[in-house]
């Protein structure tokens, strides 16, 4: 072999190396991904479950109670406790939690509100609302959400829901890191 033939194949080799050292780790990034993905689902750090299909209060349809803001409109984060007629029980073991929730806060508190909403009523419960100092009271026949807590973004979508039982630390967590991770509200 000539010394001209030499220098062709080691240039063709180098060029070969090179697209192998482009083309070898994409293609492995490919291959990882489809068989990360088509196992179990990709793990979420969030306590409560995430709504799907997304709700937005103004579908809703809800009633406001006397000098009490919209959801929609605040601009703030919500906590809403739903209950499905009268308040009693673990909606009002709920109601305290996230009352004391509020104050855990800290210096991030004025950037959330709570609300109770009670489904199929048409007015909210005057007595809870003045037992629970800050809380707005809402009322109407919503069919999307069922009792529980939610978590209400500033552009009125509701973003999770929890069980009664769940108001205390699962609700906190997933509120400081949506506090966190948030610029708006």
Avoid at 54 to 80: N, P
Avoid at 146 to 173: E, F, M, S, T
Wanted: hydrophobic share 45%; net charge neutral.
């Amino acid at each position: 072999m000539t010394t001209e033939a030499q220098r062709i194949r080691r240039n063709r080799l180098m060029l070969v190396g090179l697209f192998g050292m482009v083309l070898v780790p994409l293609l492995a990034a490919y291959l990882l991904y489809q068989s990360s993905r088509s196992t179990a689902p990709w793990a979420t750090t969030n306590k409560g479950a995430l709504m799907n299909p997304i709700v937005s209060v103004t579908d809703l349809g809800l009633t406001a109670g006397e000098s009490t803001v919209s959801m929609s409109a605040s601009g703030t984060w919500w906590l809403v406790t739903v209950s499905d007629g009268a308040c009693n029980g673990d909606c009002q073991q709920a109601l305290h939690q996230l009352r004391q929730l509020h104050v855990l806060l800290g210096r991030d508190a004025s950037r959330v509100k709570r609300a109770l909403v009670e489904l199929g009523a048409t007015q909210p419960d005057t007595s809870l609302l003045q037992e629970y100092a800050e809380l707005s009271g809402f009322a109407g026949p919503v069919h999307v959400l069922v009792a529980g807590v939610y978590i209400v973004d500033p552009l009125g979508n509701v973003v999770l829901r929890y069980p009664y039982a769940d108001a205390g630390k699962p609700v906190l967590d997933d509120l400081k890191q949506l506090l966190k991770v948030s610029h708006i509200g």
